[in-house]
């Protein structure tokens, strides 16, 4: 690579890394239901982040954020966007209502599966193929991602709202250190925040989302730490061991070294990600998402 190629490549990765998202989207403008009050906290939106129309591929991620189901995390959702748009995946960081702020499931399934959805009804407006739309998480956001991985619906095809007809399974997952099961290894503070003190023991099946895989079930890409002490890796092993016995499609990646809420260990522009960056992306071109 000559200079002029590296000033041009460099030039480039800071077009996308300093774009500005675009507004956000309330998941529902005239009010989400299940809404407990009337804050910015009760009110589920999608910000969009679009890469460059030449980079553009028409893939689309909508990120889900960790935090415990008690915040979300600034460097899993808007940072993991500016990186998807350096590859060309068009993303949209969901802020979904949070169980510190009184909320209990279904609501975090509710918007997680209608931000799909909208995405799906407005990927006109948007360039991206409602074929492939896909979904990203971290930690409590992971499980977030892989409840609707598992969960998702056709959509109600006579509903007055045209966003509710679209379906809200993701065509694949990326699951970051992600809590899956709320079983023996789970993180307790996400389960509390989740389903609160006292979940009935078929509520906690239901929502032990390495339990719930099925031949449905889009393909996903999975990885986690073995320095991981807040989720225990076994997460990441025990959903994919029930992707393969479902025949589903996935790559699983444990790597030794890394800290829980680890994200991508690199600022803008992401000169130095961690290996799952590089192994995600090799993915993502074998599933289409990644043309380049």
Wanted: proline residues 9%.
């Amino acid at each position: 690579m000559n200079t002029l190629q590296r000033l041009t490549l460099t030039v480039s990765l800071a077009i996308t890394v300093t774009a500005t998202p675009l507004p956000p989207v309330l998941l529902w403008p005239d009010g989400a239901p299940g809404a407990l009050g009337d804050t910015e906290a009760d009110k589920p939106s999608l910000t969009p982040y679009l890469p460059p129309p030449e980079r553009r591929t028409g893939a689309a991620i909508v990120v889900c954020p960790g935090g415990g189901y008690g915040g979300l995390a600034a460097h899993e959702g808007h940072d993991y966007a500016l990186w998807l748009n350096q590859h060309g995946v068009t993303a949209f960081v969901l802020k979904y209502r949070l169980g510190s702020r009184g909320y209990r499931h279904p609501i975090m399934l509710q918007d997680a599966a209608r931000a799909v959805r909208l995405v799906r009804a407005r990927a006109a407006d948007w360039q991206v193929d409602p074929r492939r739309v896909g979904i990203m998480g971290s930690s409590a956001g992971g499980h977030l991602a892989s409840t609707l991985l598992t969960h998702f619906d056709d959509g109600q095809r006579d509903a007055a709202d045209p966003i509710e007809q679209q379906s809200s399974r993701p065509d694949l997952g990326i699951l970051c250190y992600a809590v899956i099961t709320l079983g023996e290894f789970t993180h307790k503070g996400s389960k509390h925040n989740l389903l609160g003190a006292t979940p009935s023991p078929d509520l906690v099946k239901q929502l032990s989302n390495e339990l719930q895989v099925t031949a449905q079930t889009p393909p996903c890409f999975v990885w986690h730490t073995w320095e991981d002490q807040a989720v225990p890796a076994e997460n990441s092993l025990q959903f994919a061991a029930a992707l393969r016995w479902a025949g589903v499609p996935f790559d699983l990646h444990i790597y030794e070294k890394g800290r829980h809420g680890i994200g991508l260990a690199s600022a803008p522009p992401f000169s130095n990600p961690h290996p799952w960056a590089a192994d995600c992306v090799f993915w993502l071109k074998q599933r289409g998402f990644v043309t380049r």
